[in-house]
């Protein structure tokens, strides 16, 4: 059985920083490209950040350019995204999501709140 398990998230002050990870279970972690989405209520669920299975391609959403890193470590099963100078508008709930071709597996989400 599948499982990514999401952690770090947080109330955290404009400007802050913050850090989620995303710990995978039940697959073949290298085989498998790693993503972080969001979403608000009411909201379509957005792309925020991928990671290719071979740790070097990367892409992030316009958005976050200059403030969001993603970065993985395979020895851990493990996938981070290092959130720097949050802003009110990155209020959501994040997601990990892993993907292979045509499949794809999802975490339950974890809060994140940027508020004074």
């Known amino acids: 059985q599948v499982q990514l398990v999401e952690s770090g998230g947080d109330l955290v002050q404009p400007g802050g920083s913050l850090g989620l990870s995303c710990v995978a279970s039940?697959?073949?972690?290298?085989?498998?490209?790693m993503n972080w989405f969001r979403q608000g209520l009411g909201t379509e669920r957005e792309f925020v950040a991928g990671?290719?299975?071979?740790?070097?391609?990367?892409s992030r959403a316009e958005s976050v350019k200059g403030r969001f890193t993603i970065s993985r470590d395979d020895a851990k099963n493990t996938v981070f995204l290092q959130m720097n100078n949050l802003k009110p508008a990155d209020t959501d709930i994040y997601f990990c999501?892993?993907?292979?071709?045509?499949?794809?597996?999802w975490g339950q989400g974890i809060p994140v709140t940027v508020s004074s």
């Open positions: 990671i290719a299975n071979d740790g070097i391609g990367i």
């Open positions: 999501n892993a993907r292979k071709g045509f499949t794809e597996f």
């Open positions: 039940g697959l073949t972690f290298n085989d498998y490209g």
